[in-house]
């Protein structure tokens, strides 16, 4: 099967409520690359469901354009696109059986009793399913019913496949190993995918990209390991996991080591080619996940001071918040913990400087 | 503005796009137009002329607010009204308090108790009343005999308990289901607080219920208030607003003053009606969370206990001697005369009157049938659709249930007596009636099961392949199957019983059942009456039980 691509070009929808017009999704462009999973990212209300049923046919944009492949489809109905979408609550048919529901759109284009029979069994091997056909859906568990909508839409040969939360009804055990499930069935076919969520650390699991979303605007496009580690904006640093936002002034730079004035204090950091394209004066916001800070024991060029304020122990890990010189509150955690600071003990902290990320501001 | 318009316009766009849906739905409008508004409308117009057709503005509402004799009736009408309301909801509550929140024992047999009047004719209680404790009745007799007094039936006493009886379901069901959304922990809170068993009832589990009892007292209102067959029969001398429009049109044949009559009597229905809407909506603490309520019954203080169930063995008494008694006044050569048992009134009533039972069943299926396919189809698009008029589609689908069925029959004899469409004196006319009064029934069954019906089905049915003909084949249709069944069932129980509206589109040569029953007791053929009662009783019955075995449907199909 050949992977088609997925192209938006300045797709927006609007919808209409009281006398208001609320814009869901301004001007989305992005080409899905084919063969590959994309995840839809953002907080709920952002607009990426909006986007997802754009592709799907339930929604026409009011403007801009969608390519499925070569062919635009804006005004193509969805039972003329080649579109397959799992639903966030399955919509199994309840009123038929599980065969019956992977059979349905088969049925719908006439193919014969054996064509029906092979795909079925296709999908619901492929799918894990063998021995289920006869259950109705209400004696299936979430997985099952899950598996079932996904073998529904894959029988239909859908060249692009559609996942609106699929993995939210599931306990937390199940959505770790279903979400390594659908990406291993979707690596072994190569259909192209778009998969929306607003659990982060699923998209980072399971994404080839990732374009995270707010207020129905594109904050970010790129890799999972470009999100985490080089968020373009506060949005996205936040909405990625916990972060750390330190202001600072950038005073010294060369091609060994920066020089930063932040927290009270002025550090060193040598130069791995993560802070290309600063000068001296450069106000810059300094985005620092909690494990890429650690403790020294004493005083080092590149240490920050503070002062313990809460100590959590979470088991594999131990999570201070500590107040810097300067009254900035920060997030650290500590991987290994040996010991446990107290409450109000001073400390010197260091930052890794191979994953700094330093964003100008000014 | 602007926006909103367009948005109408891009609204009809989409519906052209689906040929087959636009005229669907645009038949629908014609049809509600034609048979709900345009009925209603010709009462309106009716009551502005006098006896002899003439236009004379308001004059008969200014007669009926100056005659002291309407003054009576409208004070009458309201008093009975509220007492009986009053007795049912009472009634009512206490079924269902003790079914749903205590220990009692015969908890099912209470339950068919609360039920049963339901299922039959409204004006069977109010016969068998008279069979009782008419002039004739045999405890007046045995009483005349033993103690030398009577206790006559007829007159306002009369009139209020049966209508109470009658009414009583409908504050049982309304009541029940809200009694068993309340989480018992919420009373167990109290009880913990320290509040003593009367003091729970009194702070916590019937505050609760407020809502519901509100609904219950708005929606027994409404069903007494226009009742017909229960004040004609008991009455005696007095009368009420929906026997007064027939005594006008039918009696007297001055339709100006029918029409007047049950325009007047449509101003506080209409009220009701929507008062109980927005009660509805605002219907609440019992199902905050969505989730089915813990409901836990520990055993019940006697003193709370006992006086339920006395109360509710004495009304289960009541029902079941009314029932007898008319199953056996069947039988009976001359009742509370000559009791000897004979078959006399069962072969007058198949050599004579054997059309009316066919009619009966043809035209209430018929109609049961079409009322809840249009309501279903109305509430797809209600429920499923954007399109201009939806408001008014609304209004039109719901306005029945609020209309009394004296002005929904008047309403048919006015309109379709002339030109362009003339339909009085065919069976078209009788089924049109069933059909138009019950869709509400069909209407609101369908938007309560299509709203539990996720979307995402007909979605992912067109995600599929599917055009929209076909998800609507092979995925609504089916799973509108339970509720098509539930409305059919309802519909042709209400319609086979129905004696209001149909009283005024019966003629010789399309008789029904109910309004025989009717005429024979009018005319003093209480035998024929009770036969004919007890064939009636026996139809509902069996296709309930059919049905019941048939689809497993459950007592829901009473939900309102």
């Known amino acids: 099967m050949e992977a088609v691509s997925v192209r938006l070009e300045n797709v927006t929808k609007y919808f209409q409520e009281k006398d208001n017009r609320v814009v869901a999704v301004e001007k989305f462009s992005f080409d899905f690359p084919p063969g590959k999973l994309t995840t839809l990212l953002g907080p709920s209300g952002c607009g990426k469901t909006t986007t997802l049923r754009c592709i799907a046919g339930f929604y026409e944009p009011d403007e801009g354009v969608i390519f499925i492949g070569n062919q635009k489809v804006n005004k193509i109905p969805p039972y003329n696109r080649p579109t397959g979408t799992v639903f966030q609550n399955y919509a199994l048919f309840p009123h038929m059986n599980v065969f019956e529901n992977v059979a349905y759109s088969l049925r719908v284009r006439k193919l014969s009793g054996k064509e029906i029979r092979d795909k079925v069994a296709w999908g619901l091997k492929l799918l894990k ?23 529904r839409v894959l029988v239909n040969d859908c060249k692009v496949l559609l996942l609106d939360e699929p993995l939210s009804n599931l306990d937390a055990k199940l959505r770790v190993y279903m979400r390594e ?24 699991s399971i994404s080839d990209f990732m374009v995270v979303m707010n207020e129905g605007r594109i904050e970010q496009i790129g890799n999972p390991m470009e999100i985490y580690k080089y968020p373009e904006t506060d949005f996205v640093a936040e909405f990625i996991g916990l972060t750390n936002n330190l202001e600072g002034e950038v005073t010294g730079v060369s091609e060994e080591y920066l020089k930063l004035r932040t927290a009270g204090r002025e550090i060193i950091l040598p130069n791995k080619n993560n802070f290309l394209g600063l000068s001296p004066g450069d106000a810059v916001n300094a985005v620092i996940r909690p494990e890429m800070f650690k403790f020294s024991r004493e005083e080092t060029p590149k240490s920050l001071h503070g002062e313990v304020k809460k100590v959590f122990f979470l088991g594999s890990l131990a999570r201070y918040e500590i107040t810097l010189e300067g009254g900035k509150d920060i997030t650290l955690d500590d991987p290994n913990p040996k010991s446990i600071k107290d409450r109000g003990d001073t400390v010197w902290i260091e930052i890794d400087p191979e994953s700094l990320y330093l964003r100008k501001t000014g | 503005m602007n926006a909103i318009i367009a948005g109408r316009v891009q609204e009809i766009k989409k519906l052209l796009r689906e040929p087959v849906v636009f005229f669907i739905l645009l038949f629908c409008f014609i049809l509600l137009i034609n048979f709900v508004a345009y009925p209603l409308y010709s009462v309106f ?10 236009f004379v503005g308001l004059k008969n509402y200014l007669y009926f607010i100056s005659s002291p004799y309407f003054r009576k009736v409208l004070y009458d009408t309201f008093l009975i009204t509220t007492l009986a309301t009053l007795g049912a909801l009472l009634t009512g509550t206490i079924f269902a308090f003790g079914i749903t929140r205590t220990d009692m024992p015969l908890k099912s047999f209470f339950m068919v108790m609360a039920i049963l009047p339901m299922i039959t004719p409204p004006f069977v209680n109010a016969f068998s009343f008279i069979l009782l404790l008419g002039r004739h009745g045999i405890i007046n007799i045995f009483l005349q005999n033993t103690l030398g007094f009577k206790f006559i039936i007829y007159g306002k006493h009369g009139v209020i308990i049966s209508q109470m009886i009658t009414t009583f379901p409908l504050g049982f069901l309304i009541t029940s289901a809200a009694f068993s959304g309340i989480d018992t922990s919420m009373e167990d809170s109290a009880y913990d607080l320290g509040a003593k068993d009367l003091r729970v009832l009194r702070t916590i589990t019937f505050p609760l219920i407020t809502p519901a009892l509100m609904a219950a007292a708005l929606l027994i209102y409404m069903t007494n208030l226009s009742a017909f067959g229960a004040p004609a029969l008991l009455g005696g001398g007095l009368s009420v607003l929906a026997v007064e429009a027939v005594m006008q049109t039918l009696g007297v044949m001055d339709w100006g003053m029918g029409t007047t009559i049950s325009i007047i009597l449509l101003v506080p229905s209409f009220l009701l009606f929507y008062l109980q809407n927005s009660y509805k909506k605002r219907r609440s603490y019992v199902t905050v969370t969505g989730k089915p309520a813990h409901v836990e019954i520990r055993s019940t203080p006697l003193k709370i206990k006992l006086p339920i169930v006395i109360f509710c063995s004495i009304i289960s008494v009541v029902i ?4 007898v008694t008319v199953f056996l006044g069947g039988f009976a050569r001359v009742w509370g005369v000559d009791n000897s048992f004979t078959l006399d009134h069962y072969r007058l009533i198949f050599a004579n009157a054997f059309k009316s039972i066919r009619n009966s069943i043809w035209m209430a299926s018929l109609g049961a049938v079409s009322a809840t396919l249009l309501g279903l189809v109305i509430s797809y698009f209600m429920v499923r659709r954007r399109f201009p008029g939806k408001k008014v589609m609304d209004f039109l689908g719901t306005l029945p249930y609020a209309v009394p069925g004296t002005m929904m029959g008047l309403g048919f004899v006015v309109a379709f007596n002339r030109p362009p469409l003339i339909l009085t004196g065919t069976a078209i006319i009788i089924i049109l009636d069933y059909t138009f009064r019950r869709m509400p029934f069909g209407f609101r069954t369908g938007v309560a099961t299509l709203k539990q019906i996720d979307i995402s089905l007909e979605e992912v049915s067109a995600d599929l392949g599917a055009p929209w003909p076909y998800t609507f084949r092979r995925v609504i249709l089916p799973l509108l199957k339970p509720a ?9 129980i209400r319609a086979i019983t129905e004696l209001t509206s149909t009283i005024f589109l019966v003629t010789p040569r399309w008789r029904v059942m109910a309004v025989d029953i009717y005429n024979f007791v009018e005319a003093g053929s209480l035998g024929a009456a009770a036969a004919m009662s007890s064939l009636l009783m026996f139809i509902v019955v069996t296709l309930i039980m059919i049905l019941y075995k048939a689809s497993g449907a459950t007592m829901s199909i009473f939900r309102l």
């Open chain 2, 320 to 323: 079941i001697t009314l029932y």
């Open chain 2, 45 to 54: 117009r009716e009551s502005l002329r006098n006896e002899v057709g003439e």
């Open chain 2, 484 to 492: 098509f069944i539930a409305g059919v069932t309802f519909a042709f």
């Open chain 1, 181 to 204: 499930e659908i990406k291993a069935l979707q690596e072994r076919l190569g259909v192209t995918t778009i998969y929306v969520t607003h659990d982060q650390e699923e998209a980072m």
């Open chain 1, 129 to 151: 399913l063998r021995g289920m056909e006869n259950r109705n859906p209400d004696q299936l568990s979430g997985g099952q019913q899950q598996r079932v909508a996904i073998a």
